[in-house]
């Protein structure tokens, strides 16, 4: 049974209000909150734009985006209605200085209130948005400032806008976003390791011979070209999502679930990522680009046909990162992501060491080394791979089959969004999920090295056909290890 904690109203602002983010995410996730409960309708939700947008008008974007991203069972008229009644919109172009007065009315002195600002824009724009809240006197104590990612484009980018930031507002009340934390699955992998025995005397190099991190997409840019194609998927996916989920499988067991206790463990893990510079990234990584397909009728554009002119920008990375600690020195973590991959998947898998000895005679058959595998994304799910005796007469024969922990099945229930989570926990101030300033530059330190290695020794840019799992080098630096991607659950 899901267990709903109201929360007291709160003013929820959102930057970039018409933009993509906030009507495919932010909204949805929102009216799912509010049609479960957790607020009611003294809460306010304020869309802020450039556009000389009127109520009415923004109310009918946001039943728009609900509508789109809602099955219509799950958003009945009634709710629907009373949840715009709290949408509100309010035209700031935040360069210049004149549409602030108008969202100080908008919020209405109301200093005891939390205030949250979500801002959902580039992120050249956070620090002059953060100035404007601040001159306009609208950065109360109760008030929040959400960081959406990628923040910054390098280490340099990302502390000058912390800097700003950190100007008008406290550490504590700096929300970076990575959605990747607010998934269920990547929840259950901390309730795996630190609300079970089981785990936690095998979680180390003696025991677990290779870690795997996929996050495959199907979809391409997706209409982002102007962004994805300045960004490339190590800046996009690996710096931020990958190196979160690294994190979570690393990290010793914090003492408590503080979000410090908890943040200084992700830090420490950062902090051991073993650099990889200059000839190592040529070892090391792999970057790969899509191309066309065109085969049996299906036609689908290559980047650079998408993009319309060519690039340089990797949609595809794998990387062999090494975690240079006591508990880590020898296992290495496989990190890929890429679009148009074969299917959308995401997952995390933990591959255990062979057992030392076989007592089995060689007609039981092949011994395989067991495997948990979560599942993120689509159909969550916790999978353990075991070996057991084939069932019925005939000898022994050993067969390796999973223990499946479909969380569908298993709760019946639908699995709510990253962004439901997130934005409420926002509201009650819990930042466990979201990325203090010195994580997200412990990130960038191990990021742009192989950015700039890439740059200065001209790391090949290898072609996949889209709809495939990346370029055959990635394979390759599987295979050299004298391992395989956990392509085909098996
Ligand atoms: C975003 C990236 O952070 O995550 C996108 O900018 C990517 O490029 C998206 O498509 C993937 O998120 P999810 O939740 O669909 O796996």
Redesign the pocket.
């Known amino acids: 049974m899901t267990r709903i904690i109201p929360v007291s109203p709160f003013d929820y602002v959102v930057f970039g209000g018409s933009g993509d983010l906030a009507r495919r995410k932010l909204l949805p996730a929102l009216f799912r909150r509010f049609a479960d409960g957790q607020f009611d309708a003294n809460s306010r939700v304020i869309g802020v734009s450039r556009g000389e947008v009127s109520q009415e008008e923004y109310r009918a974007t946001a039943a728009k985006a609900l509508s789109d991203h809602i099955p219509e069972a799950e958003r009945p008229a009634d709710l629907v209605d009373s949840f715009l009644r709290c949408v509100d919109h309010v035209a700031l172009d935040v360069s210049s200085d004149e549409g602030w007065p108008r969202l100080a009315a908008a919020l209405r002195d109301d200093t005891d209130r939390t205030r949250v600002f979500y801002l959902a824009v580039a992120p050249d724009l956070y620090g002059q948005i953060c100035v404007g809240l601040g001159c306009a006197g609208l950065a109360t104590p109760r008030s929040r400032v959400v960081l959406e ?2 923040l910054g484009y390098d280490l340099a980018s990302a502390e000058a806008i912390n800097g700003v930031v950190a100007g008008v507002f406290d550490e504590g009340q700096i929300y970076r976003i990575d ?2 934390l607010g ?1 269920e699955t990547v929840q259950n992998l901390m309730a795996l390791r630190f609300a079970n025995a089981l785990f936690e005397p095998v979680w180390n190099s003696a025991h677990i011979d290779h870690v795997q991190i996929t ?1 495959a ?1 199907s ?1 391409g ?2 209409g ?1 070209a102007n962004y ?1 194609d300045r960004a490339g998927a190590l800046r ?2 690996v710096q ?2 990958l190196l979160q989920l690294l994190c979570l499988v690393a990290i010793e067991p914090p003492a408590s679930s503080a979000a410090d206790a908890l943040r200084d463990e992700k830090l420490k893990v950062l902090h051991a990522l073993k650099p990889i510079e200059d000839d190592a990234a040529n070892r090391l990584t792999v970057r790969g680009q899509y191309r066309a397909v065109e085969a049996d009728k299906v036609s689908v554009p290559g980047y650079v046909d998408e993009l319309g002119r060519p690039s340089n920008t990797e949609t595809f990375v794998a990387i062999k990162a090494e975690v240079a600690n006591w508990r880590w020195a020898g296992t290495p973590f496989y990190l890929r992501t890429g ?1 148009r991959m074969a299917r ?1 998947v ?1 997952e995390i898998v933990i591959q255990f060491r062979d057992i030392p000895h076989s007592m089995f005679e060689l007609s039981a058959g092949r011994i395989v080394a067991n495997r948990l595998v979560l599942r993120l ?1 689509p159909d969550e799910a916790v999978q353990l791979f075991l070996m057991i005796k084939d069932p019925g007469p005939g000898g022994m024969r050993l067969r390796q089959v999973p223990l499946n922990l479909s969380f569908a099945e298993t709760f019946g229930v639908r699995q709510p969004d ?1 962004y439901e989570r997130l934005l409420l926990d926002v509201v009650r101030g819990n930042q466990s999920l979201f990325m203090r300033r010195d994580e997200v530059a412990a990130a960038w330190s191990w990021i742009d090295p192989i950015r700039d290695s890439w740059e200065r020794l001209g790391e090949p840019l290898h072609g996949y056909i889209g709809g495939t799992w990346g370029p055959s080098a990635s394979i390759a630096l599987m295979e050299r290890d004298h391992r395989s991607w956990h392509d085909d659950g098996t």
């Open positions: 990612k990628p959605h990747y998934k996050v997409e979809i840019m997706a982002r994805y996009d996916m931020n999502h679009k959308r995401s994304q990253a």
